[in-house]
């Protein structure tokens, strides 16, 4: 039974290049959620995705962020022009179903760092 | 969803109980109590939860006061594996918006 899985584990970047980060939810379940962690501080949330819907992106940067859950295939967290404070831990999670937060798996997270 | 208080940082013999404490004063009648922690550089991992009633699993217990304006994680026998930030976590679960609001949480040793 696999858990969530997220790929690459580890990206470096130049600044202004663009960052793609991939999530695979648990098999079965069909919300995404998508956390940012910067350096010695807790995990920001930044998007709740359904299948292709975007349900709550209100912790998510207005610009060169963006997030999409296609019916088919993982769901991918983008961002463009990257800059060095884009540099951070990015996690994802899924749950089944929207109604029982407990049952929130997170994935091992994609480091991301900017030179 | 009601802000929590956490110490920043524990200290725990091991194999002794490490008792992790929580203030959530503003918590709501329809807000649960969720505790997960975050070994170093891994996502974090869902311990337990509750409503006010204190709970148990095979990971850990969850004592809420009765007024529920704090409650306690217990990890029976800590390990050196119990060595993490544990996230104290208070929100209502409803059907939509289900994200959490992590704090900076407590980050418990244990020391062997």
């Known amino acids: 039974n696999a858990g969530v899985m997220q790929n690459p584990r580890h990206l470096v970047r130049r600044r202004g290049q663009e960052a793609r980060l991939r999530c695979s939810p648990v098999k079965g379940h069909s919300h995404v959620y998508w956390y940012r962690q910067l350096p010695e501080e807790g995990l920001k949330f930044m998007v709740y995705l359904q299948k292709e819907n975007i349900i709550d992106e209100s912790g998510m940067p207005k610009e060169r962020f963006s997030a999409e859950f296609p019916k088919e295939g993982p769901s991918i967290l983008r961002i463009q022009q990257v800059v060095r404070g884009d540099s951070a831990a990015y996690f994802c999670a899924s749950s089944r179903e929207g109604g029982r937060s407990y049952e929130q798996y997170f994935g091992p997270g994609t480091r991301l760092t900017v030179t | ?112």
């Not at chain 2, 725990?12 to 503003?26: K, V």
């Not at chain 2, 975050?38 to 969850?62: D, F, R, V, W």
Request: aromatic share 8%.
């Open chain 2, 1 to 112: 969803d009601a802000k929590t208080t956490q110490p920043p940082s524990m200290d725990c013999a091991e194999g002794r109980a490490a008792n992790l404490p929580c203030n959530h004063s503003t918590i709501s009648g329809n807000e649960y109590v969720y505790w997960y922690r975050q070994i170093h550089s891994q996502g974090p991992q869902y311990i337990i939860h509750g409503l006010k009633n204190n709970e148990t699993n095979e990971m850990a217990s969850l004592i809420i006061t009765e007024d529920r304006k704090s409650s306690t994680l217990i990890l029976p026998h800590a390990t050196l594996r119990d060595t993490a930030v544990y996230y104290c976590i208070v929100r209502a679960d409803l059907n939509t918006g289900n994200q959490f609001y992590f704090g900076t949480g407590t980050s418990l040793t244990v020391i062997p």
